[in-house]
């Protein structure tokens, strides 16, 4: 089965001189669920950045769901986000949406109608037991709430990947117990690849997943 | 209160320059409109000793517009009773042709110098008299605010673009953070723009009608209406179809161009 992400010698960086990681070979099957960990400013964030094209690849080759990022149009790297669901530490909601609305916002831009749009958000809502809150603002929540709504968002449009930064790190218990239930729901019941960067691989996670370390810029398969 | 502000900062420069533009148009029509009422009144009195071809002299000099010969009958009519038949057709025979000449528009002096050389050149023309006094003071007056108010446009609209694009750097700032995670989820320019869009349209609108609103009624003021009837000037009529549609056009057409082009400079910057 062909790759879902497969980065061949990849340097990455935020100015040509300036390369954060560098060498990094990594190949992530469809299905897999994937931790990436490492201290922090090893550069976690930055790989998850170049696997949604945020940044590109200073050299090497990268591919995600089997488009080249390197030389990706602007109009490709939008079709590509659309098959991805992003959830970040701090949240990234609309503030002057409603929960629901931000919820709505994959399907949105998927084009689909309202009446679906609406009706998937509702139920998405439900499954984070933030139903109730549904016309509510995301600064009127607590950040569990933001996060679940925010892996609500992510879920919305059932991806072929999701790619999560840190999206436990500022939750309480019970919210990331709930997060780390979701992601793996989405990987065993709709197939989903999951590619989670943290500190810490959560030590009762009862799944079959793929480490990879991040250490000085090398990139390492942990077996 | 926020975004009340928000528009009222592209609303007031918007209407201002709408209000500008409107005002010169007004001012340029009731300058046509006294230019044309002058030219209507105004002749120039030629006399020939011999019939002159209208075509002809046209020819000569484009800027006639019409010709006429003041018929002489009258004048021999009133000396019927004092000269005998025998010299009143001696009279009319050797009496010149008198013509009366519209021109298309109201001459300056130097051009109406230069028609009456014209007419000097043509042999059977005895007399021009151009009533050499053919700009009244409030004429004078009229060029003056035009070409002033042509000033005052150009430097208001150059204000008001100002003024409306850093509010719209305002706006796309506010929004940016908005733009950046619908960019994120893989929406398209236009999705990620069309609020900024809307709140566009929905100002320049909301300016257009307040101008129009304005042209429409305040002629219609009493005060007004006596002010514009004492210096003897109609203003032009507001048409609510043609010109508030130009407006609207306009507002739509000008503040949609000015956010393509703060999202497109903030992009590539």
Redesign the interface.
């Known amino acids: 089965m062909e790759n879902v992400i497969n980065a061949q010698q990849i340097t990455l960086g935020y100015g040509r001189d300036e390369p954060v990681i560098s060498g990094v070979d990594m190949q992530i099957k469809p299905h897999e669920f994937v931790f990436i960990t490492g201290k922090s400013g090893s550069g976690k964030s930055t790989i998850l950045k170049s696997l949604y094209g945020d940044i590109v690849p200073l050299r090497g080759d990268l591919n995600v769901c089997g488009v080249n990022i390197k030389n990706i149009s602007n109009a490709n790297l939008n079709l590509l986000r659309r098959y991805l669901g992003i959830v970040f530490q701090d949240y990234r909601l609309i503030n002057e949406w409603s929960i629901e609305k931000n919820v709505m916002l994959p399907l949105m831009i998927g084009g689909f109608s309202k009446g679906v749009c609406l009706k998937q958000a509702q139920k998405l809502l439900k499954h984070v037991n933030l139903l109730h809150k549904a016309d509510k603002y995301p600064l009127e929540l607590s950040g569990g709430e933001q996060q679940r709504a925010a892996m609500a968002r992510a879920l919305a449009h059932n991806p072929v990947m999701i790619l999560a930064d840190e999206p436990t790190g500022n939750l309480d218990e019970y919210s990331s117990e709930l997060i780390w239930d979701l992601l793996k729901n989405a990987r065993e019941h709709l197939g989903t690849t999951v590619v989670v960067v943290t500190h810490h691989i959560p030590p009762d996670i009862s799944i079959n997943y793929k480490h990879y370390f991040l250490e000085s810029g090398v990139l390492y398969e942990v077996s | 209160m926020k975004s009340l502000k928000n528009h009222i900062a592209v609303i007031l420069p918007l209407f201002v320059l709408l209000f500008c533009m409107q005002l010169l148009f007004s001012i340029n029509t009731v300058v046509q409109n006294y230019e044309k009422k002058l030219t209507d009144g105004y002749v120039i009195m030629i006399v020939s000793q011999k019939s002159l071809d209208e075509n002809i002299l046209k020819s000569k000099i484009a800027s006639i517009d019409s010709m006429s010969e003041i018929s002489s009958k009258e004048i021999l009519d009133r000396l019927k009773k004092d000269i005998s038949s025998t010299n009143l057709s001696l009279l009319q025979v050797a009496l010149p042709k008198f013509y009366s000449i519209k021109l298309k528009k109201l001459p300056s002096q130097k051009a109406l110098d230069g028609i009456k050389k014209e007419f000097q050149k043509i042999d059977s023309i005895t007399k021009v008299e151009t009533f050499s006094q053919t700009y009244s003071k409030i004429y004078k007056m009229f060029l003056f605010v035009q070409q002033l108010s042509s000033v005052f446009v150009v430097l208001i609209l150059i204000i008001s673009v100002l003024l409306i694009f850093k509010q719209m750097k305002i706006w796309v700032l506010e929004h940016q953070?908005?733009m950046s995670?619908?960019?994120?989820?893989?929406?398209?320019f236009w999705?990620k723009s069309a609020f900024l869009y809307k709140l566009a349209i929905l100002d320049s609108i909301l300016s257009a009608i307040f101008v129009g609103l304005l042209f429409y009624y305040a002629p219609q003021i009493l005060n007004i209406k006596l002010f514009f009837e004492s210096i003897d000037v109609v203003f032009p009529r507001f048409d609510l179809v043609a010109d508030l549609g130009f407006l609207l056009g306009f507002s739509v057409i000008f503040s949609f161009f000015i956010v393509s082009f703060v999202i497109a400079k903030m992009r590539t910057s």
Not at chain 2, 181 to 188: H, K, Q, R, S
């Open positions: 953070e908005r995670i619908m960019t994120l989820f893989g929406a398209p999705m």
